[in-house]
């Protein structure tokens, strides 16, 4: 009998193989193709942190009379790894003000550091409140501007004093000038003008009350300053002569020459008053 071949249909497999893959650790990506790609991450990411240092002041703001001084905490705070020596400027400061840091370069790093600002003024300072700008430099890095404020007040301040006394005694008809002596109690030198010089009392001897002899304050004129002004009054203590003014330019007291005050006024102590305007620089 032939044989009858035999046609042998192998059923076709397909096999759709599904795979899950957990790579602990990596991010996966997955693009349309199907490829699989794998990104490392260190759980910050790729960025780095920048190294940047901010200045803390406190308090914010102070106040100071004119003549002295306010202090403020200055804290340099580093971050990104900063570490490095930092450099701190002010501007901003009033007139006749002065700033100073201590220590005047902050070392940084770790961990935070302070400084101490103080700011100082003179009786010349203008009365205000002022905005005082702040900043911290190492290299080319700078911490942004810190604003704080300071505020000037008028002190209690002593006036300056005026004295002066005769240099002999005076008989009728003559004059003794006066060098006057000016105390400036304040740290800077005045500008003094308007200076006078009046009788303000007689002190008779005890011959001249017990006689009865009469002697008044009118019984004396008295020429006033005739230099030039203003006159420098520098802090401490001064004078006329130490003004180079000559002698016949200040102030003369004379007795007048009467037949009431010859017994009167003789050896008489005269009270003297004295006044002037001084103005600072």
Partial sequence: MPSIPESFHSPLRIVRAGAKVLLAGLLLLTLTSGVVLAASSNGNGNQNTPKTITLQLAPTSRSATQGTSASYNVVVQPSGGFVGNVSLSISGLPAGANASFSPTVVAVGPGSASATLDVSTTSATPLGTYSLS?????????????????????????????????????????????????????????????????????????????????????????????????????????????????????????????????????????????SGTGQGN
Avoid: E
Avoid at 171 to 180: D, V
Avoid at 210 to 237: E, K, L, M
Avoid at 251 to 270: E, W
């Fill in 134 to 274: 702040l900043k911290g430099t190492s290299g080319t890095l700078q911490s942004a501007v810190v604003v704080v404020s300071l505020t000037v007040t008028a002190g209690q301040h002593q006036p300056f004093t005026i004295s002066g006394d005769l240099s002999g005694l005076l008989a009728p008809g003559t004059a003794i000038p006066i060098n006057l002596q000016l105390t400036n109690p304040g740290n800077s030198s005045l500008n003094v003008t308007g200076l006078t010089v009046a009788v303000t009392g007689v002190t008779r001897t005890a011959q001249a009350v017990a006689n009865n002899r009469p002697c008044n304050p009118s019984d004396y004129s008295v020429t006033q300053f005739s230099g030039i002004y203003p006159i420098s009054a520098p802090p401490g203590n001064s004078s006329l002569s130490g003004n180079a003014i000559p002698s016949s330019r200040w102030p003369q007291i004379r007795m007048l020459d009467t037949s009431l005050n010859q017994d009167g006024c003789k050896g008489a102590t005269l009270q003297l008053s004295y």
